[in-house]
């Protein structure tokens, strides 16, 4: 069975300038997740998706951070404009049922 | 906001000791779950005790769950170099399973 696919692995951009994550869940899984990760942190919820639903999103800066999931697979993640705080590994993870499963995550730098 | 604390945050051993490591959270729970990270490398699950257990074995892991103290304990026997992670303890909320709230972790180093 195929993980959880994220890409890229590795992202470095300046400050305000634009990034954009992607997941692509194990097949059949309902419910995506976008975690973020800062150094030295448990990772925190940003977005929790059902299919192509919000089902909670109270974690998430809404003033830079979005996240769609449009066909109820896949997803993306951006952020615009960027801040040096953003600075993390952004992990995705899907689950059926009780069982998550976590992508290895996205590293961004922000300089 | 980080529900859990974990204690310590870093431990170092040799290969064949165990390891314990605690959490503590702060709001009531369905489920507990241990999680392990390698080092640039996605989450695993270890582990999940539910709120009326009070402890569970698999395999080399022993967790053990106090829901008065609000508090977990994860124990690797007889620990291996390929142990060396970072270990988080999740919760979720009596109002949402599927929303875990991760503690901040312990780095666990074992050497051969």
């Known amino acids: 069975e195929a993980g959880v696919a994220q890409s890229p692995r590795y992202k470095i951009i300046e400050k305000r300038q634009s990034v954009a994550f992607w997941c692509n869940p194990i097949?059949?899984?309902?419910?995506l997740y976008w975690y973020q990760q800062i150094l030295g942190q448990g990772p925190k919820l940003l977005i929790q998706f059902q299919n192509n639903g919000v089902v909670d999103d109270s974690q998430l800066p809404k003033d830079r951070f979005s996240a769609e999931r449009l066909k109820g697979v896949d997803s993306t993640l951006k952020i615009q404009p960027a801040k040096l705080e953003d600075s993390a590994v952004y992990l995705c993870?899907?689950?059926?049922?009780?069982?998550?499963?976590f992508g290895a995550g996205t590293r961004l730098s922000v300089l | 906001s980080q529900q859990g604390e974990e204690d310590p945050q870093a431990l170092s051993i040799q290969e064949g000791e165990n390891a314990t490591m605690n959490c503590s959270y702060k709001?009531?729970?369905?489920?507990l779950q241990w999680y392990r990270q390698n080092s640039g490398r996605g989450l695993v699950h270890l582990i999940l005790?539910?709120?009326?257990?009070r402890e569970k074995h698999s395999g080399r892991l022993r967790v053990t769950l106090d829901t008065s103290k609000k508090s977990s304990s994860l124990l690797i026997t007889a620990s291996r170099a390929a142990d060396t992670a970072s270990y988080f303890c999740?919760?979720?909320?009596?109002?949402?399973?599927?929303?875990?709230?991760f503690g901040t972790g312990t780095r666990l180093q074992v050497f051969p």
């Open positions: 709001t009531s729970i369905n489920n």
């Open positions: 005790i539910r709120s009326n257990e």
């Open positions: 993870a899907s689950s059926h049922l009780t069982d998550k499963y």
């Open positions: 097949s059949g899984h309902a419910t």
């Open positions: 999740a919760t979720d909320s009596l109002y949402n399973t599927d929303k875990l709230i």
